[in-house]
């Protein structure tokens, strides 16, 4: 029982003359032409790449940048880069009194590859503490990428029971217009599996993410969704 609750816890263009007239014409068109293919061309950065729904990616925020996140309606998140390598982040769910903390380090990063590795610890107060660590890389571009890693959900309660649990996890990103990004995330651990799939949909100061989840933990199952909030600095364009 006290395994459960630890891991429940865990668990975004005039005239003026006929041959004026004309050349301003074709100037017009062609500004407009231009200018049509410069926004379809433009696409909206996203602000947390660092992350797919819940789980990391091998990206971190780098120094400076911060992110507010509501999950779920109801669980309050944080982060912040403090240097190009390490960031930090404190969550905490408004029903219950828990909360953790998400120190995230960068191991490797170039512009295909990126590793990293942190840990979630928990605080359940009555319940003891306990969280995941993990590494995780993720290969591919900001746009298009694949994301795999392990973790190891651990923890003690007061009666001193600690817990071991090793979980991998895949999932991948692929951007699918201008402002949208198809996300999946998955955990595969003894007993069960967790699946979700989804979109980010990424705007100036704000990146909205909705999917569905499907929870597979020994003889149960049940379906779950995904729909989160995450409030940024305006996010750059590229094009």
Do not use: C
Request: proline share 3%; hydrophobic share 45%.
């Amino acid at each position: 029982m006290r395994r459960s609750l630890l891991l429940l816890a865990l668990v975004s263009t005039l005239l003026s003359g006929p041959l004026a007239g004309w050349a301003v014409a074709q100037s017009a068109v062609a500004d407009s032409q231009s200018a049509a293919a410069a926004a379809s061309e433009t696409v909206t950065e996203d602000a947390v790449a660092s992350k797919l729904f819940y789980a990391p990616t091998g990206r971190v925020l780098k120094r400076g940048e911060v992110y507010v996140a509501v999950d779920a309606f109801s669980i309050g998140v944080v982060r912040v880069g403090v240097t190009d390598r390490f960031s930090i982040g404190v969550g905490r769910p408004l029903w219950v009194n828990t909360t953790w903390i998400t120190p995230k380090f960068q191991i490797y990063e170039n512009d295909r590859a990126a590793v990293a590795t942190g840990v979630l610890h928990l605080f359940a107060p009555g319940f003891g503490s306990g969280g995941v660590g993990y590494s995780v890389a993720t290969i591919g571009s900001r746009d298009n990428a694949v994301t795999a890693g392990m973790g190891w959900f651990y923890g003690k309660d007061d009666g001193g029971l600690h817990v071991g649990i090793p979980v991998l996890i895949v999932g991948g990103e692929r951007r699918v217009s201008r402002r949208s990004k198809f996300i999946t995330e998955n955990y595969v651990f003894d007993g069960g599996v967790i699946l979700s799939a989804g979109g980010r949909l990424m705007r100036r100061n704000v990146s909205m993410e909705f999917g569905g989840m499907f929870v597979i933990s020994g003889d149960a199952a049940f379906p779950g969704a995904v729909v989160n909030f995450v409030f940024h600095p305006a996010t750059r364009k590229k094009g």
